[in-house]
């Protein structure tokens, strides 16, 4: 992946963040706060495989520290997919980067009053599959494939893919790869995100963190 494309997604789509400011076309208005997420919550360390430079983050802290200076995007209503902002304002949540060999994974746990609707992020996702994003650095593609996600017994999940590239960019050059696997229910919502090239099975390590947050979350 060239300097150029790399400079294009940090501002299109954050890399491997997932959080961001909540979206009138796929969330409901900012809600009272929820209750805390112990860091317990969150996977052990040793369950991403070969990961390294794993460091975690107080999603409240992430938010209002985060630049909200965006990019813009040319097709109404998509911004949120553009960003893969899953969770908005007023929530409580724990999460990580870790790198990986061929890119990075992050998992966030988060506890929220008015949980996003998976399947009409789905839907949404699924309209905004091509999106033209412009902003300071020039002008990327953002394409959008949503995929079947995990069964998981009591609770809504979603997954896709958004690949990054430049017009016109030829076949050698792919782009950046964004992998998502999100899953809810009631107030919790778990979103493990990989960037790049890491081979890792995103349903599993998804449905593993959401087994693991049910404890500490006293579900």
């Known amino acids: 992946m060239t300097a150029r494309i790399r400079a294009l997604v940090v501002s299109a789509a954050a890399v491997a963040t997932i959080s961001g400011a909540s979206g009138e076309s796929i969330q409901a208005a900012a809600t009272p706060p929820s209750p805390a997420v112990p860091p317990a919550a969150l996977l052990p360390p040793e369950s991403v495989p070969h990961a390294s430079a794993r460091d975690g983050f107080d999603l409240t802290a992430a938010q209002s520290d985060q ?71 020039g002008t990327a593609l953002s394409t959008v494939t949503v995929h079947p996600a995990p069964a998981v017994p009591g609770a809504k999940t979603l997954s896709y893919q958004q690949l990054l590239t430049l017009p016109g960019q030829p076949p050698e050059l792919p782009g950046l790869r964004l992998r998502t696997v999100a899953i809810a229910a009631d107030d919790v919502l778990v979103v493990v995100r990989d960037a790049g090239t890491t081979g890792l099975d995103l349903d599993a390590l998804a449905i593993a963190a959401w087994q693991h947050a049910a404890g500490p979350l006293g579900r």
Do not use: M
């Open 67 to 137: 630049d909200r200076e965006e990019s813009r995007v040319d097709i109404g209503g998509c911004e949120d997919v553009v960003h893969g902002r899953l969770v908005g304002d007023g929530a409580a949540g724990q999460g990580f980067q870790s790198a990986v060999p061929g890119g990075q994974v992050s998992e966030l746990v988060v506890r929220l009053t008015d949980p996003p609707d998976l399947a009409a992020w789905a839907a949404q996702a699924g309209r905004c599959s091509k999106v033209t994003v412009d902003d300071a650095a």
